[in-house]
């Protein structure tokens, strides 16, 4: 646990204890079976501020609102005064003096939910809904929800991962919690995107080759390549599929009863195949449905 992290936020994974991090993962598991969501406090003041695109990770923190009757605001960020270059902090005492106590923040710079916090009295909280290349704690959760539905060797298993780790906050949230849980053996499959990682990233993980990484893996992870994040690409993507992606060629080397992640969006034919996308392995449309419930547990832990 991070000692300088308050416990009230969910900014990267390190800032709650396993501990904590279990309950919430129970507590999914019980909404997702059934039980009643607790009611929010009155007035729940939930406001999103998504400066970044997203489909799945918004739509599903709203469906979670919805689902405990909670209507949140939203402040989308190209339509607010941040384009007048008021500061994170000036907004973050703005969403303050008007009354809401819980902001879901998406935003493409490091640092962002900290500077949106520096402004305010101790009355607002943030839930990170993904923050640059740095952090993305409820994919990490939906993530490890799902892995642990599926792998009834967890942590005894073969984590591979392949895509652009050198611009994944999904990949660090992702895997910093499985360690955490237990993970030992994590080969990262960085391909031409190796060079752009830096040697402290992914502490205690192998970088392999794209075959060697998925030989005999439990669980094999493809990631977006975030054209939008580079200058220059780093290999051709016509052939990044056959040279280093997840294709049905090298999901045969692992394990007979693999499984399959992305966080999405999905970049078909780029990082991943139809085949393998849509295969019995994949099980990207339940980590989708993964999320409401990781994201509803949270708001109850926030709200209610
Ligand atoms: N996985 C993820 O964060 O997807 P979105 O960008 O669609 O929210």
Known sequence: MNPTAPIDHLITVEDWPPSRLEALLSRARALRSGASPRPPHTPAGLVHVFAEPSTRTRLSFERAAGL??????????????????????DTGATLEAIGYRLVVLRH???????????????????????????????????????????????????????GDLAHS?????????????????????????????????????????????????DIL????????????????????????????????????????????????GVEISDAVADGAHSLVLQQVANGVWIRLALFELFLS
């Not at 949106?116 to 959760?141: F, I, K, N, Y």
């Not at 993970?183 to 205690?204: C, K, N, S, T």
């Not at 992606?245 to 970049?267: C, F, T």
């Open 68 to 89: 405990m009757g909670v209507r949140p605001s939203h402040l989308d960020a190209a339509s607010s005064s941040l384009v007048k270059r008021e500061s994170l902090a």
């Open 108 to 162: 493409n710079v490091s640092g962002a939910a900290r500077a949106l916090l520096a402004g305010t009295r101790g009355h607002l909280r943030v839930v990170s809904a993904g923050e640059a290349d740095r952090t993305h704690p409820t994919q990490g959760l939906l993530d490890l929800l799902t892995v642990l539905d599926h792998c009834p060797r967890f942590p005894d298993v073969s984590v591979a991962v392949f």
């Open 169 to 217: 906050r999904v990949a660090r949230s992702t895997l910093t919690l499985f360690s955490l849980f237990g993970v030992r053996d994590i080969r990262l499959a960085p391909g031409p995107f190796l060079d752009r990682l830096e040697p402290h990233d992914y502490p205690g993980a192998q970088r392999l080759g794209s075959d060697e990484a998925a030989s005999n893996a």
């Open 221 to 268: 992870i493809a990631l977006r390549l975030q054209q939008e994040r580079w200058s220059t690409p780093p290999h051709n993507l016509d052939h990044y599929l056959e040279d280093h992606g997840l294709n049905e060629r090298r999901l045969a080397l692992a394990r007979p009863d693999a499984i399959v992640l992305h966080p999405g969006p999905l970049n078909r």
